[in-house]
């Protein structure tokens, strides 16, 4: 998939959160997958923290959400993307599975609170239908709620993370996959310089542009990246600020043959204002 040799050290990956949110698995599933060790995590507590780790030389690289099969896209994020000049190299869709852990030898009769991002709350809520007697507490972070139950040493307190953070806190899970949705995936960027992106492999795109404000200039655009065989696989709109009524459109197209992207995008680019390819890289499904 990428040029070159494979990585012989360990990358320094920057990620939004704490180690063993999902976050880092994502980061593992994407780098070993294409060669490389387990990567050093750097956390950051924001987005916007992400870029900036990379910019002061903190990190190799970064992974980033951008969307969820069951709650969408994260918007601020698609601003991230234009505002930061980092191109796309690549993605993983990763399945999030929510897990319930505790101190070891513990059940969940014991459990009287547990503590997990909003996000894992609502995608957890009729698992606790049935156990009346827990308390569901809002933290930060899903990881981060199981390192602290871990270092405070809480009995009767839980968390609901991944299974990582189980193994990486010492945790015991007492029930497995609780959340709702089985198919529940999130969708994760990878920024990455160092990655050489084969082009005869590279079969989707990200960009983000305007059109002018007259009836039917979306719809003339799309139209000509389908006779182009060009496939919309995500279209996005944010309002441009201080601008009424105009707006940035993200789009992320795949396609098979990269000579006719080249040929799509010539066609329309005559049609749009502020065009910024955010990257160019190989579709992980």
Known sequence: MFSGQLFIYMKKIAIQGVKGCFHEQAARLFYEDHGCMVPDIVECSTFDGLYQSMDRGE?????MAIENTVSGGLLPNFELL?????????????RIQQNLMALPGQRIEDIKEVRTHYMAINQTREFFKDCP?????????????????????????????????????????????????????????????????????VNKSSMCFTLSHTPGSLAH????????????????????????????FYVDIKFDDYVRYEQALAAVRPLMEDLNVLGEYVASI
């Open 59 to 63: 990190a190799d690289a970064a992974v």
């Open 133 to 201: 007697w827990i308390r569901l507490v809002e933290s930060e972070d899903t990881a981060k709620s199981a390192a602290e139950v871990a270092a405070e040493g809480l009995k009767g307190v839980g968390a609901v993370a991944s299974v990582l953070a189980a193994e990486l806190y010492g945790l015991e899970v007492l029930a497995e996959s609780i959340e709702t949705y089985k198919q529940n995936f999130t969708r994760f960027l990878i920024f990455d310089d160092s990655l050489n992106v084969d082009k005869e492999k």
């Open 82 to 94: 234009r505002k930061y000049d980092r191109k796309i190299k690549g993605e993983v869709f990763l």
């Open 221 to 248: 655009v799309l139209t000509i990246l389908s006779f182009y065989g060009m496939n919309l696989t995500r279209i996005q709109s944010l309002p441009i600020p201080g601008q009424e009524w105009q707006y940035f």
